[in-house]
């Protein structure tokens, strides 16, 4: 069974930092790709930043590109999104999840979602 949990969100004034991190356990990640999508009240879920556990290949979307890095820790199973400069259109429920491919930008393509950790950036 494999299980993703995220933490660190929370409510911050625009401008701030806020570091999100995904606990993954259940099964090897070395050869999977993780990544980071968002959903905002009455939006479709989209992609925020991929990661490529093997090479260490990442992407990030225009909208967080400059402000938003993922990174990943293959000995602790982690994942994490460090966020700078929050917008109060960042403002979301933010997702970790697996994708048996070595990364993607499509959320159809990953195969296992953690519970999401709130993210709210007050103007």
């Known amino acids: 069974q494999v299980q993703l949990v995220e933490s660190g969100g929370g409510l911050v004034q625009a401008g701030a930092s806020l570091r999100l991190s995904c606990a993954a356990s259940?099964?090897?990640?070395?050869?999977?790709?993780m990544g980071w999508f968002r959903q905002a009240p009455g939006k479709q879920r989209e992609f925020v930043a991929t990661?490529?556990?093997?090479?260490?290949?990442?992407y990030h979307a225009d909208s967080v590109k400059g402000r938003f890095s993922i990174s990943g820790d293959n000995a602790k199973n982690m994942v994490y999104l460090q966020m700078n400069s929050l917008k109060p259109e960042d403002t979301a429920v933010y997702y970790c999840?697996?994708?048996?491919?070595?990364?993607?930008?499509?959320?159809?393509?990953?195969?296992?979602w953690g519970q999401g950790t709130q993210v709210t950036v007050s103007s």
């Open positions: 990661i490529s556990w093997s090479g260490g290949i990442k």
């Open positions: 999840a697996a994708t048996s491919s070595s990364y993607s930008r499509v959320a159809e393509t990953y195969d296992y």
């Open positions: 259940g099964r090897t990640f070395s050869s999977s790709g």
